[in-house]
């Protein structure tokens, strides 16, 4: 199961926010659901997130990883994603089951910015297809749409998934998500991709 993380070809330009608040920027922070633990990821995951990012049913899903990863890139990413928690711009985590809680199974995230409309945030997630088909994508990405509405001033998520990818699309609409159009997403890795794109109103209208 994955959905897109990644730069739009064809939006408005988009700044980064600091919008989420200093309760979830220490590596404290975890949010827990039925299943699963959602944690900072931590150094010693790089391993496991490069097989798993790198896995071919994964890397051909998502725009942010090539099929065969290094351990080295997954150090590097997890570095920046450590610093973009810290700093409020992202929201971003390991996912894990909640029976083994140091071994991750996939990926999750909103990098928040300030557009034209106002504090939005972006999304992604991907997981090991040895857990697909359990609805831990769901369960995972319900909890942190939940925790972003009830700890920020972000009204709007957005999501984009690849046309054949089923089963994330079936993952957004269970979680709320709805289709807002077709685009094109620009990959450091993949070039440009054709998506669907999806969002998700929280309440009200974009925060200024």
Same mark, same amino acid.
């Given at each position: 199961m994955t959905a897109l993380l990644a730069a739009r070809s064809a939006v408005q330009q988009a700044r980064p926010a600091a919008a989420f608040p200093d309760l979830t920027r220490d590596e404290v922070f975890m949010i827990g659901t039925r299943r699963l633990w959602l944690r900072w990821p931590r150094p010693d995951d790089a391993a496991a997130l490069a097989r798993i990012g790198g896995d071919p049913r994964v890397a051909l899903n998502v725009a942010?990883?090539? @099929?065969?990863? #290094?351990v080295a890139l997954a150090g590097e990413r997890i570095t920046l994603t450590r610093a973009a928690n810290a700093a409020g711009t992202r929201f971003a985590f390991v996912i894990a089951?909640?029976?083994?809680? *140091?071994?991750? =199974?996939?990926? @999750?995230?909103?990098? +928040?910015? &300030?557009?034209?409309?106002?504090?939005?945030?972006?999304?992604?997630?991907?997981?090991?297809?040895?857990?697909?088909?359990q609805g831990y994508a769901t369960e995972a990405l319900t909890s942190i749409v939940s925790m972003i509405r009830l700890v920020t001033r972000i009204?709007?998520?957005?999501a984009s998934?690849?046309?054949?990818? =089923?089963? #994330?699309? &079936?993952?957004?609409?269970? +979680?709320?998500?709805? *289709?807002?159009? *077709? #685009?094109?997403?620009? #990959?450091?890795?993949?070039g440009a991709v054709p998506v669907i794109d999806y969002t998700r109103r929280l309440s009200g209208r974009a925060a200024k």
């Open positions: 942010t990883w090539p @099929i065969g990863a #290094s089951r909640r029976d083994a809680w *140091a071994a991750p =199974i996939g990926l @999750i995230g909103f990098n +928040s910015t &300030r557009t034209d409309d106002g504090l939005v945030a972006t999304g992604g997630y991907h997981l090991d297809p040895d857990h697909w088909g009204r709007v998520l957005r998934v690849m046309p054949h990818n =089923i089963g #994330s699309v &079936r993952v957004l609409e269970k +979680s709320g998500f709805v *289709a807002a159009g *077709a #685009s094109t997403l620009l #990959s450091e890795v993949h």
